[in-house]
């Protein structure tokens, strides 16, 4: 059974950071990963889609990379601004594509 | 165009009582998937829809949660008996075919539940 891990679980930095969210899971046959962003009392908006086949993923300010063979993937977002404040969380398909596992979600918040 | 959408937004009901809640997806998209998501148990996948195919309830937590999907569109997730650990956030996703390897999901705006 897939786990999906992030870490860390809450994170506060400066406005201007460069920072790295990170995310692992325990069954490395996958065939891609998703990042989504979840505000307040709202739903989940996905960020970043990467197929097994490629290494990493850019959109914008943020890139997202995966590594099947150790189990991991990142979320990097460069120069932070207070509206990326929100929850970020990763998640897995299942072997069939029929169900995503979410690891618990790392709470961003960035100061002014 | 549009996204996915969810109604009700907020739903307060009565231990006890059924509830049921409403997903549209996104037109064109044949995969639907509702999940839960909780304080205590963050995000669970309950069901999973795939156009005609016998739907995945694999995730439902008891018989008292059901979900069906009418002419491969709309979708509704029903609760019997309401009970307080039921209490919430249902979120209903929608994507094209769920093939091997998946497809991004879209998610809608979720339906928050409280059962007193």
């Known amino acids: 059974k897939q786990e999906v891990t992030q870490i860390p679980a809450a994170l506060s930095v400066p406005e201007g950071e460069n920072l790295v969210l990170n995310c692992s899971f325990t069954d490395s046959a996958i065939y891609n990963l998703q990042w989504f962003r979840q505000d307040p009392g709202k739903g989940l908006t996905s960020l970043l889609l990467i197929q097994s086949s490629q290494r990493e993923q850019t959109s914008g300010r943020l890139n997202a990379s995966l590594d099947k063979s150790s189990g991991r993937s990142t979320l990097y977002i460069a120069a932070s601004q207070p509206g990326d404040s929100a929850t970020y969380l990763c998640a897995a398909p299942n072997n069939a594509g029929n169900m995503l596992t979410f690891g618990g979600g790392t709470r961003l918040m960035v100061k002014p | ?116």
């Open chain 2, 1 to 116: 165009g549009a996204g996915v959408s969810q109604s009700p937004s907020n739903k307060v009901t009565e231990k006890g009582k059924d509830v049921e809640l409403r997903c549209d997806p996104i037109s064109g998209h044949t995969a639907l998937y509702w999940y839960r998501q909780s304080l205590g148990q963050g995000l669970e996948f309950l069901i999973y829809f795939q156009g005609n195919s016998a739907p995945d309830k694999s995730g439902l937590p008891s018989d008292r949660f059901s979900a069906e999907r009418t002419g491969g569109s709309v979708s509704t997730l029903t609760i019997q008996r309401t009970q307080q650990e039921d209490s919430a956030v249902y979120l209903c996703a929608s994507s094209f075919s769920s093939q091997r390897g998946g497809r991004t999901q879209y998610f809608g705006p979720g339906t928050r539940l409280l059962v007193l």
